[in-house]
């Protein structure tokens, strides 16, 4: 832990000059918690109707806490951000990097150079399963006759456990720049047990088909879907007799067979589940 230097919106914007407001915009925020920064290093942008000016860290550090957003307005004095003087940087090369994309989408674009982390669902040290939302970025342009916005759910490329956190709500960080680190787990997942799911023999103990052919009327269930034990997944019927199908076992849907409207025999498949080990 370093030596907490807080970094202030100064009382004039140079030496022998005064602001021409008593409050200024913060209309810029180069870094996030987590980042390094350099003696000398940028780290906002400041204000008013007359006078600009680019504030820069007066230590090397680590920064611990940004307390202020882009575009808010503040008095002079106001204290925008901590930086830990002299505090050894987080090892960058820690897990996997969750980056800001170059893009949101294919064929889309940010419109800027920098977006906004408008949420974070995860914590240090927790664990992410591979496809679980983990950070919220985005950004809002205005264009004449309104204000377009983009976003973008980040999802974890990998199932791991939360090393470092280095977005922060509220915070704008560049584009490219790592919003999370992920150590993967590399412990192999139990072993999944295919087990289908028929169409019975006969629709109850002492019962028969009054037809060869069924019809598939319902599937509850896609490919990806977890059930458990007992959940109905499908429905089938004849012309007299209609019958709800349900799941033997828990587990995640892995294949569909059929669609609803099918008509099929007597023990067909109708869909493969991965049971849990």
């Given at each position: 832990?370093?030596?907490?230097?807080?970094?202030?919106?100064?009382?004039?914007?140079?030496?022998?000059?005064?602001?021409?407001?008593?409050?200024?915009?913060?209309?810029?925020?180069?870094?996030?918690?987590?980042?390094?920064?350099?003696?000398?290093?940028?780290?906002?942008?400041?204000?008013?109707?007359?006078?600009?000016?680019?504030?820069?860290?007066?230590?090397?550090?680590?920064?611990?806490?940004?307390?202020?957003?882009?575009?808010?307005?503040?008095?002079?004095?106001?204290?925008?951000?901590?930086?830990?003087?002299?505090?050894?940087?987080?090892?960058?090369?820690?897990?996997?990097?969750?980056?800001?994309?170059?893009?949101?989408?294919?064929?889309?674009?940010?419109?800027?150079?920098?977006?906004?982390?408008?949420?974070?669902?995860?914590?240090?040290?927790?664990?992410?399963?591979?496809?679980?939302?983990?950070?919220?970025?985005?950004?809002?342009?205005?264009?004449?006759?309104?204000?377009?916005?983009?976003?973008?759910?980040?999802?974890?490329?990998?199932?791991?456990?939360?090393?470092?956190?280095?977005?922060?709500?509220?915070?704008?960080?560049?584009?490219?720049?790592?919003?999370?680190?992920?150590?993967?787990?590399?412990?192999p997942l139990p072993a999944e047990r295919p087990t289908p799911v028929l169409v019975p023999q006969t629709p109850a103990p002492?019962?028969?088909?009054?037809?060869?052919?069924?019809?598939?009327?319902?599937?509850?269930?896609?490919?990806?879907?977890?059930?458990?034990?007992?959940?109905?997944?499908?429905?089938?019927?004849?012309?007299?007799?209609?019958?709800?199908?349900?799941?033997?076992?828990?587990?995640?849907?892995?294949?569909l067979r059929v669609a609803a409207g099918d008509t099929v025999p007597a023990g067909a498949v109708l869909m493969v589940i991965?049971?849990?080990?």
């Amino acid at each position: 832990m370093g030596d907490p230097t807080p970094i202030l919106v100064p009382q004039a914007p140079a030496p022998g000059e005064q602001w021409d407001q008593n409050q200024v915009l913060v209309s810029r925020i180069h870094v996030s918690v987590g980042d390094p920064v350099q003696h000398g290093q940028a780290v906002a942008d400041l204000e008013t109707n007359k006078v600009s000016l680019e504030l820069d860290s007066p230590v090397q550090g680590v920064v611990s806490d940004v307390r202020v957003r882009p575009d808010e307005t503040v008095p002079l004095g106001t204290t925008l951000m901590i930086i830990d003087a002299g505090a050894p940087a987080p090892p960058l090369d820690q897990g996997k990097a969750l980056r800001v994309p170059d893009a949101p989408g294919p064929g889309a674009a940010w419109g800027q150079d920098r977006v906004t982390v408008s949420a974070v669902h995860v914590s240090a040290g927790g664990h992410a399963e591979r496809g679980q939302p983990l950070v919220e970025i985005g950004t809002s342009t205005a264009v004449q006759g309104g204000t377009v916005s983009v976003k973008l759910e980040m999802t974890s490329p990998v199932r791991g456990t939360i090393v470092r956190i280095s977005a922060q709500v509220g915070s704008t960080v560049p584009v490219g720049s790592a919003l999370l680190f992920i150590e993967p787990d590399l412990t192999p997942l139990p072993a999944e047990r295919p087990t289908p799911v028929l169409v019975p023999q006969t629709p109850a103990p002492g019962e028969q088909w009054d037809q060869d052919q069924l019809l598939v009327s319902r599937i509850r269930v896609t490919v990806g879907d977890r059930v458990e034990s007992g959940q109905a997944v499908a429905d089938v019927e004849t012309s007299k007799i209609s019958l709800g199908l349900d799941s033997p076992v828990p587990g995640v849907v892995s294949e569909l067979r059929v669609a609803a409207g099918d008509t099929v025999p007597a023990g067909a498949v109708l869909m493969v589940i991965d049971a849990d080990a």
